[in-house]
Structure formats: structure tokens, C-alpha cells
């Protein structure tokens, strides 16, 4: 007879919702409203990310030309004991946590060198947050605390807990952000720091504009689907009537913003109802909507935006081919 399969460990979370599927649904009329009637046309990258979004972009990490994922995800497993050990943290509080994988790393290290006291996962994508948090919980044995929110506006929900915290924004996702929202989301981050506190920021770094391009462009066509996602999120949520395969995935290299841009362009001349919004949008054909940055940087660029947010570096550490970098930072207060 086989062995009977343990059943796993019960899970210890905590779902904190700051975003219910009513403020999502406002929130993206807004956006909506304000994108899809300005010149050029824009939305935010966060509209990406409902299930089949994060299922795509969790496809995305695998790709072979995709190197931020695999990078990033060396890197930790080469150097998440420094991390921890200089960090001295017994929480880790994680911004834009998504499957909470390359996480993991970050907790066995915790575990291993001061012993991990919790995690708390925030994320705008609830049933991916709440899986991921399950199952970090059961893994890892530890209490999780879930929170349902949007970074740039319920960054405060995020408990003290009363144990130094490290807060790590992974996935260079601070690169889909532009200067203005990064001085404004490092600014709010820096005031809920304590003392003790650490932020651990990765970032993908400037390179050969061929690879960056091939990363945001691939040969399977995912990351077009992943764009074109947005599109089948404003026809379920907005019922607008885009035709996703009307529209042709671009990622260019911006060099003035030194960033990737991924745009919709309208292969014909197209008119979109949007009867929730009251709205029609014409695209002329060739145009382009802009849809994701995804900002590249230089380490003394991110040393200058921590600086000016109230930040001290105190340690970075890059891949042997300086590919990516990952910067432990602490708050600065008057002076010190
Ligand atoms: C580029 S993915 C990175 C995921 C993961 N941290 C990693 O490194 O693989 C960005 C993540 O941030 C989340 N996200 C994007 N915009 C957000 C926002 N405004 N507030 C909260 N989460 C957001 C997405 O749902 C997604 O899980």
C-alpha cells in the first residue's frame, strides 16, 4: 500500500482588502476616461494583471530571451544570506508580491539567519495574492498577512508589527513607474519606514538595446498577449468591443526616458464602444496607444532617487555580468 500523502501544514492568513472589485471597477473607468481620450492615448500597466494577465506573466518569466526574471532570481539565490544578514530583518513586507516566487529565496535566508517572524504580500491581483499567501504560509510555517491594494494609494495598510521589517520591491517593478510616480512612491515609502527598517529595491539595469528589446518582444508572441490582455480587460469590465487581434504588440527603447515602451498599434481605422463610459474612441490605423514603461537604470540613478526620497544606501550587490542590481537602502532622518 503507498504511503499515505500528508495533508499540508493549515495555512495562518490574513486577508486585509483595501481594493474590492467595486473600487477595481472604478478605478479602471477612471483610467479609462482619462487614457483612452488623451493624445497620444495611455492606460497604466496595472490593468495587465487580473488572473489570466498574471498567469501570462508568469509564463513571460520563462521565456528564453526574458532575462529580468532569471537574473533576478540568481542573484537571490547567490546572495540572499548577505541580504538578510545585513538587513537584520525579522519581517518581510513585499510591494507587488504576484506569485511571491523569487520571495522565497528571501525567506529561507531569513529563516536560516535570524529566523523569520512573518510576510506580509501586497498585491492589486486578490486571487493570485491569496493563493501565493496560502501557500507561503503552509510552506513556510509562518503567519502571512495578505494585503488587496494598490501601492500607490493604501501603502499604509501595511502593518508595523513592531519587529525590523525589510520591504522588497521585486521585479524591477519600480521601472514601470514613471520619475514623478517614483519620487512620489519612494517619498511615502521613506515616511513608514522606522529606524530599523530596510528597503530592498531590485532594479534591471541599462544594456545593449537589441537584448531589451528582444526581452519585451519574444519569438512565442506571450508578451503581445500579455499586452493585448489589457484589451480583453476593458471589454469584460468597460463592455467595450476592442478586437485584441486588431492590434499589434510594439516594444520600442525610448532612450530620453531610458525606457522600454510597449504600445497597442491599430492595424486599420477602428472606432471602440465603451457604453459604460458613455464613450467612443476612434484609432486611426497605425496608431499607437502606450500601455507599459519599463524604465532601465543606471546604480548611480538609483542612489540619486533614494537619495532624494530620504534614503541611504547601504549595500548593493549586482550579477557577475551587471546585468541587475539589488540595493538595501535605510531612511534618513533629519541628519542622520
Ligand atoms: C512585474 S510583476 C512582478 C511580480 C513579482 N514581484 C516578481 O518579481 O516576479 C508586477 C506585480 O505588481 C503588481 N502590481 C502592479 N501594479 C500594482 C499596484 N499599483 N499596486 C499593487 N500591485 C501592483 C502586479 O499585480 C504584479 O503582481
Not at 479609462?32 to 508568469?58: E, I, N
Not at 513586507?93 to 501586497?122: C, H, I, P, Q, W
Not at 486599420?268 to 502606450?290: I, K, S
Amino acid at each position: 500500500m503507498p504511503a499515505p500523502v500528508p495533508a499540508p501544514a493549515p495555512a495562518d492568513v490574513t486577508v486585509d482588502v483595501r481594493l474590492t472589485p467595486t473600487d477595481l471597477r472604478a478605478a479602471l473607468r477612471r483610467d479609462a476616461r482619462v487614457g483612452l481620450t488623451a493624445t497620444p492615448k495611455w492606460m497604466p500597466p496595472v490593468w495587465f494583471y487580473d488572473d489570466r494577465g498574471c498567469a501570462l506573466y508568469d509564463q513571460i518569466t520563462r521565456l528564453p530571451e526574458y532575462y529580468p526574471f532569471r537574473t533576478e532570481q540568481l542573484l537571490l539565490e547567490e546572495v540572499a544570506e548577505q541580504v538578510v544578514k545585513v538587513a537584520g530583518s525579522e519581517v518581510l513586507v513585499e510591494l507587488g508580491s504576484g506569485t511571491s516566487e523569487k520571495t522565497r529565496l528571501l525567506l529561507g535566508a531569513m529563516d536560516r539567519v535570524v529566523g523569520v517572524r512573518g510576510y506580509v504580500a501586497f498585491d492589486v491581483a486578490e486571487a493570485t495574492l491569496r493563493s501565493a499567501a496560502t501557500a507561503v504560509s503552509q510552506d513556510f510555517g509562518i503567519a502571512v498577512h495578505a494585503i488587496v491594494g494598490d501601492f500607490h494609494e493604501h501603502m499604509a495598510a501595511v502593518p508595523d508589527g513592531g519587529r525590523p521589517r525589510m520591504v522588497a520591491f521585486l521585479g524591477s517593478t519600480i521601472g514601470n513607474l514613471d520619475r514623478d510616480q517614483r519620487r512620489g512612491f519612494l517619498a511615502e515609502l521613506q515616511s513608514l519606514l522606522g529606524e530599523d527598517d530596510r528597503f530592498l529595491l531590485a532594479t534591471d539595469l541599462v544594456k545593449p538595446v537589441d537584448r531589451l528589446v528582444a526581452a519585451y518582444d519574444d519569438a512565442a508572441g506571450v508578451t503581445g498577449e500579455f499586452n493585448r490582455n489589457l484589451l480583453h480587460v476593458l471589454n469584460r469590465e468597460l463592455d467595450a468591443d476592442f478586437v485584441p487581434d486588431e492590434f499589434e504588440h510594439v516594444a520600442r527603447w525610448n532612450p530620453e526616458g531610458s525606457c522600454i515602451e510597449m504600445r497597442l498599434r491599430s492595424r486599420q481605422p477602428a472606432t471602440v464602444a465603451l457604453p459604460v463610459l458613455d464613450l467612443a474612441v476612434e484609432f486611426e490605423a497605425g496608431e499607437e496607444m502606450r500601455t507599459e514603461i519599463s524604465t532601465k537604470f543606471t546604480p548611480e540613478q538609483v542612489g540619486r532617487e533614494l537619495d532624494e526620497a530620504g534614503m541611504a544606501v547601504v549595500d548593493t550587490w549586482t550579477d557577475p555580468a551587471g546585468d541587475y542590481l539589488l540595493t538595501l537602502a535605510r531612511p534618513v532622518r533629519g541628519g542622520g
